[in-house]
Nanobody, 127 residues
C-alpha cells in the first residue's frame, strides 16, 4: 500500500512563498509519475502540476503562470511544490498524488490517472 504524507502548508501573505513536500512510501517511488492538486472551499479539485518519474518532464495548470515549480528527489522518495508570488486565490487544500501504474516517461494531468492521495495540507494566502 502506498502512503503519501504532505507537509509545508501554512499561512502566508500575498506575494510570499511556500514549499510543499510529499513523502512517499510503500512502493518504488521512481517508477511512478506524481502530481499536485488543490481544492478550495466550495470548488472542485483541480490539477496544479505533474512530473514524470525521473523528473525530466513537468506540466502545470494555466493559472500557475510560472509561479510554481514541481520537482522530485527519488533518493528521498519525495516530491516538492515550490510556490512563489502566492495570491489569495491560491488558498486551498493541496494534495499530492501518485500514479496508478508504472508511468514510463509520462506525466498525468487528470486525477483519474492517480490512485493514491495524501491527506492534504492547507495553504492560506492573506492579503
Amino acid at each position: 500500500q502506498v502512503q503519501l504524507v504532505e507537509s509545508g502548508g501554512g499561512l502566508v501573505q500575498a506575494g510570499g512563498s511556500l514549499r510543499l513536500s510529499c513523502a512517499a512510501s510503500g512502493r518504488t517511488f521512481s517508477s511512478y509519475a506524481m502530481g499536485w492538486f488543490r481544492q478550495a472551499p466550495g470548488k472542485e479539485r483541480e490539477f496544479v502540476a505533474a512530473i514524470n518519474r525521473n523528473g525530466g518532464t513537468t506540466s502545470y495548470a494555466d493559472f500557475v503562470e510560472g509561479r510554481f515549480t514541481i520537482s522530485r528527489d527519488n533518493a528521498k522518495n519525495t516530491v516538492y511544490l515550490r510556490m512563489d508570488t502566492l495570491k489569495p486565490e491560491d488558498t486551498a487544500v493541496y494534495y499530492c498524488a501518485a500514479a496508478r501504474a508504472y508511468s514510463g516517461s509520462r506525466y498525468y494531468t487528470g486525477d483519474a490517472e492517480y490512485a493514491y492521495w495524501g491527506q492534504g495540507t492547507q495553504v492560506t494566502v492573506s492579503l
